[in-house]
Structure formats: structure tokens, C-alpha cells
């Protein structure tokens, strides 16, 4: 853990400069709006360790794969997120000298992430070896409203000198990712432009043809008043700036404007992508920095008013919370649905930027309930679109007849993830999909969707499943051979209790979804049946089979379901008994003794109560958590919410809030050691969930909304809202009792503490603890 950030409501806040620390804050003060996304680099030049990232949704880079023994079925490529020309560059120089905050002494450093407003903010003064001394105060943000634009205020003002200040204000494309599998470079320049106060470059991939055109403008202002400029222009192959200089006097501040247009060719036509950038920056240059920072802000405003969280009594906990919703709202607003969202958002490069089952299985519950239903409706979208391609994924793996395997990583549909045990093995990720339409149907009411688009995904996926089991002659019962559950600290396991509960949920689903549109559309289930040639009879025969005659490991003695089986042959030892030197075990560990052990890298079998707990008693959910809980190591980010929500259900509610404090500080206090790599973003959406599903009990149960609420010593009260149906609900839960406030939407009908209550419209029910 590394604790240096400062616990703040509404405000992440690093005080004092420790180069130590700069690559994590890069990611923790990362910026984005969902179209673009950046680290928070320093605006001015710094020679010390910098992840540099800028990002631009949806635009990729295949890079050829890269492994040490080639197997059969190996994606050609892996998509990564691609690191994109930067725009935020503004030199400085005092008096000739570089301002570099590795090179001079920084005092009364103020690093300020301002989640309310979604604008990061900068302070120090800066001591350089000239003996000059100044103050620098910088505020930058992507507007959400606007979401081409960067906007950047950037200021100096001299504290013991008067003399020359120049300003230089680029954009920068000689980029790489540090992750470029052979060192190279993905990007070719087309054109660079710089101008009197403006500067463009249109870069383009060198696979795929993706072009970006970023663009700037700028102004400066000597103590509020703008000055006159005549810069110095450079224009070189793929860096364009220009140089002003000004002189300036003790105490004036002098300040630069930065206004900047980041457009790409997924929006715009690639002949007028320059054309269209000149507009987007002058337009921005137009409104103004007061106008397009009050836009933005009131936007954020929007945003938060239906899905904040606010805790009272507990600000590191309140921080955290808003820190995770911030950050997954900064990477997804759901408007279109060519975009998904990667474990790292636009943080860092790692997971390669793409799709994993982390979306359907941890994101699409947060949006389901804190957006509009488009949204979550455009996520399921993306992977109908790319039903076809994962029908040719399994294809490629030997299934036939319209089987569809997802990738486990992706960008298009295609699969991108090379190491076997997963590419092959971690196939749970097709079920996370099927559960997704199910959560979204049961959420929304919007059965429709089923037959629009969700029954061919789940035949599809269904008949993977019903081709990937083995009937064992040995046990008289149907196997799955060979497979990686979420725990990704065991591979090629059989029976893997998840993966095959999973499958044959899949099985009963998609057959009640087909009886859904048959019933409510005949003439849309025969075209799906005729184009998906679905024997009817011979396929739900085989389905139904399997269903009845899955075999699923369990322990005779206890009573336990059996992440896989062999797994008590294992010495069992638990979590408390490792020393804590040795953690994360993946970064100490050889990969065989990590296999031998027991210890769980995140939830597997527990994945599976969460999902489907409506299917035990109490009793058995406790046996399993209090078995499994003990020999998990929660170092995958996926794990310490599910863990927090079953503590919730169990009534164990002091471990439920520490597996919160977990999960939602996970990079705040960067529990995993690896923060410096990029937030995890999909995670954030576990965190959530371990407040509304944990803390709240909110479930759907017969198409209603269910709440048991239970709070945390340490929490006086707190309150959240969520989307249901047509209805906005305001949930506010404290020691004394739990209010609900229908703000949007008719009548409702919801169980609270399993008892049934009608809220009308606009109004409210209030129930106090006995
Ligand atoms: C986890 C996977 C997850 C991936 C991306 C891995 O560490 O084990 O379950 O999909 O990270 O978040």
C-alpha cells in the first residue's frame, strides 16, 4: 500500500512533489469524457520517470502478437489502446532556463483531481538554478460537453524577479506505447502545420488507417489583460509548436489558453478530419475558456445529481466511492456503441484497451442502474455486432453449427488475447455475456431487446457450450474438460463449479428467452430459428440433457461446491498464514507453485453464489464464503466487491466494509502495487456494486425491486440513486431507518426488507428501525 493522497470528499489531492510517486498520480489524475483520455502528464517538459498516455476512444493499434511457442488458434495480433500525439505540451522557460520539476526544487506542491467539477488542478513554486523563483497554478479539463475539446490554463508569475518568460505551446507525434511488442513506432504523419497562435498534426496508424487530427489554439494574458503575440514557429515532421516570449515583472501573472481539438476518423471523414479540426478548435476558441469550464461543470453537475453516492461520517470511504464513479463515468457515457470500456479506461496501456468479460459482468450493473437504459442497451449492442466474428472464433477452435466462443479480449470482435490457458480455456467470459442480456431484461422491462437482439447471441452462445462438454462415460454425467475459471491462479482444470454452473444456467435461459419470443413475436422467432437453421427438437433435446446431467464438483464432506475438481487434494492453508512480504504471490512465486497452492487469486466459485444466490439458502452461501474467503488473495481488482457483497448478504457486515475499503481505495491507496500502470476502471464498477447490492441489498426479484439495506458502524448515514424501469429512486439508508424517494417516474411497487410497499409518484416512504 502506498498512502500518500489526502482524504477529501470531493477531491483527490497530492501535497508536496515526490518524484517517487508521479507515475501512479499520472494515473490517478487521469482525465477523460469518454470520446479521449489522458494520464495527467505535466504540461511543461519533465526528465523524470512519466508514463506517457493520451488516448482516443476507439482507436487501436493490432500489434503482431508476440509469444514464445506459437499454438494453433493464436490471435495473429493484439489490439492495443494506442498511445496518440499529445496536446497538453507547453514548455516553459525563465530566463532561458527549462522549467523541469526533476531539475528544480519544487515547494508548496498542491496536485488536486476535483471529481465534482472533473478538472485537475496543479500549484507549486519552483525554484530553479538560475535563482529564479516563480509560481505556477494550472487547471486543465476535457469537457464532457464538448468532447473534442481540452481546454488548459496554464500560469506563471515571478516571485523574486522580473525578466523574460517564453511559452511553448505543441503537440507533439512522436509518440510510442511502451507496450509496442518490437519497439515499434504505430504512428505515420500526414501533415504538420503550425501557424501564427494555432498548430494542427493529422497522424495515421500504420494498420487499420485510423487517422487523428489534434489541433491547438491559444492565448496569454499578462495579469488578465491579452497581450499581442508574434511567435516563433516550428513545423517539423511530427512536432509543431510556436514560441512567445514576453517579458514579465515580479508578481505579474502571465498566463497561456490552451485550447485544443482531438478529432478522429472513427467521426470524421479522413479528407476533412483538418478541416473539421480547424472549425472544432475555433469554435472552442470562440465559446472561451469561462464558457466551455461552466458548461462543463454544469454537465459533471448532471451527471453526479443521479449517480452519486454520498456517505456521511466517513470521508475516506466517501472519497473513494466518488473516486470510482467519477472514473468509470470519465471513460463510458454510452452514446455509442461502437465504444466499450478496458479494464484500464484511458489510464494506461496495460489489458491493451480492450473488451473483457469485465464489462458485461462488473459494468453493465453500475449502468443499468445509474444511466439511462441506451446505455447499457449500446454495450450489449457491441457484442451482438460481433456475434459473427465470435461464431468464427469458435470456428477457428474446431466447434461448428453456429457455436459462439467471445473473445477474451477484443477490440472488434475478433480475438486478441494469446496465452492459452485463457485464450482456450477462460471461456466463462461467454456466459458473463448471456448474463448481461438477462440482468439488462430483468432490469429494464425491455423484453423486446430479446427478440431484436439478444436470442441469437444467446443460441449462439449456448451452443458453444453444448459442444464444449464431454459426456464421461466414467462418471455417467457430462464433463468440461480443460477450462480456467475466473480464479486465473488455476488452469486447464476440469469441472470448474462456475464455468459449468454457468453453462448450464446459459442452457435454461436461453430456452426461456426463446419461449418469450415465440409467444410475444412468432413471426420474428421463426425468421431466428431459419436463420440460425435451429433444429428445434434435436438441439433443446441435447440442451436439456446436459442440463439434467452436469456433473459439479462438490466436497462430500462439507458440502462445499468444489472450485474444480482435485482442489482438496491441495494443502490447505489459508491467506493470514503467508507473509505478507511475499504478496502479491504472481510477483514472487513461480507459476507452477502458484498452481499447486490453493490460494485463489479472485472470486470463482463465489462468482457463482453471487450470481445465482437466489438459488441457495443462507446457509449454504455462508458455508461457501466461509471457506472460499479465507484462501482468496483479491489480487485480481475483480474480486474484493463480490467478496464484500456476499459478507452483506451473510450479515457479516465488518468484513463486508473492510472488503469495501478494498475495493473502492484499491488505487487510491494502491493496494495492488501497480497503480502506476493505470486505474482499474471496470473494478470501480464492482465497487459500486458493493454498496447499492452489498450495503443496500438491492436485488430485482419477479421483476421488482428489492432492498435490505444494512449500514456500517462507521457510516452515519448514506444515500444512493438508482434507475429502475421508469423510476428514478432516491435510497437513504442511516441508523434510524431507510427513506426511498420516487423522483422520476409513476407508482412503484418495490420490497424493503422483503415486506411490499407502493411509492406514488413524487413521493416518498420512510421506514424507521424498530
Ligand atoms: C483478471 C481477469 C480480468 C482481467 C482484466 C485479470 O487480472 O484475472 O478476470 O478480466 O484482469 O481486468
Redesign the pocket.
Known sequence: MNEYLKHDEWCVIEEGFNPENHRSSESIFSLGNGNMGQRAMFEEHYSGKTLQGTYVAGVYYPDKTRVGWWKNGYPEYFAKVLNAPTWIGIDVKINGEMLDLAKCETSDFVRTLNMKEGVLERTFIASMSNGNKLKVETKRFLSIVDTEVGMIRYSVTPLNFDGKIKFIPYIDADVMNSDSNYDEKFWDILVSKSLSGEAYITAKTKKLDFHVCMGMKYDVYKDGQKLEMNPALTEDAKYVSNTVEFEVEQDEELAIYKYAGVLSSLNHSKSEILNDAHKVVASAYEKGYGKLLEEHVARWADKWSHSDIVIEGDVAAQQAIRFNIFQLNQTYTGEDERLNIG?KGFTGEK?GGST???TEAYCVPFYLSTSKPEVTRNLLIYRHKHLQRAIENAAKLGFTDGAALYP?VTMNGEECHNEWEITFE?IH?NGAIAFAIYNYVRHTGDQKYLEEYGLDVLIGITRFWSQRVTYSQAKKKYVMLGVTG???YENNVNNNWYTSTLATWCMKYTQEAMAFVKESNTNRFNEIMSDLNFDFNQETAKWNDIIENMYYPIDEETGVFLQQEGYMDKEQILAVDLDPKIRPINQHWSWDRILRSCFI??ADVLQGVYLFEDKFDLETIQKNYDFYEPRTLH????SPCIHSILASKIGDIERAYNLYLRTSRLDLDDYNKEVHEGL?I??MAGTWMSIVEGFGGMRVVNGKLSLNPLIPKEWKSYSFKVRFRGNLLNVRVSEEGVGVINEEGENITLFLQDDEYKIEKSSSLVIENA
Open positions: 479494464p489489458y473483457y468479460w469485465d477474451m477462460e467470459r475466473p480464479n486465473e487469486k479472485q489480487e485480481s481488482s475483480l482499474h471496470t473494478s
